[in-house]
């Protein structure tokens, strides 16, 4: 039986964060999240969270956001990164740090979230031609007077 370690889980479900115990094995991370497919997802140089990694494929699913990145589906657990020897350990951070992070949101507003997204490129992208095509002109005009000065 493996030992236990400090951890923090994030359930979108029920809209809560809290400070847990699991089993420092792959079941006691499989079973924190309900889910056998996991991801490891790095966030600082001392903490990994792990994920469901279909969770984005599944119906009904709940969503997080943690520190305003990518929408995140489903469960997650924090816990601490030996980077030493690759091991998991406790984690440290507290509880109200890591919620002071996470933002809950249904599939509505994940969509809408990346709507904003798209339509931000997209405004960007549209800014980006017109300056090309002024640039185009610009250069065209200093060809036409460097070439009535000769």
């Given amino acids: 039986m493996s030992k236990k370690i400090r951890a923090i889980t994030i359930d979108p479900f029920l809209k809560i964060i809290l400070e847990t115990?699991?089993?420092n094995s792959l079941s006691g991370l499989q079973?924190?999240?309900d889910d056998n497919m996991i991801e490891a997802v790095y966030i600082d140089d001392k903490n990994v969270m792990y994920v469901d990694d279909e969770g984005l494929f599944k119906q009904n699913q709940s969503f997080f956001v943690f520190n305003k990145e990518v929408?995140?589906?489903g469960k997650a657990v924090i816990v601490g990164a030996n980077h030493t020897n690759g091991t998991d350990v406790s984690t440290k951070l507290k509880v109200t740090d890591v919620a002071a992070k996470i933002g809950f949101h249904?599939?509505?507003?994940?969509?809408a979230m990346r709507l904003g997204q798209w339509e931000k490129h997209s405004r960007n992208l549209t800014e980006l031609m017109q300056l090309t095509e002024m640039q185009k002109e610009l250069s065209m005009d200093l060809k036409?007077?460097?070439?009535i000065g000769l």
């Fill in 21 to 23: 115990e699991i089993e």
């Fill in 31 to 33: 079973g924190a999240i």
């Fill in 71 to 73: 929408p995140l589906a």
């Fill in 106 to 111: 249904t599939v509505q507003e994940i969509a």
């Fill in 144 to 147: 036409m007077v460097i070439t």
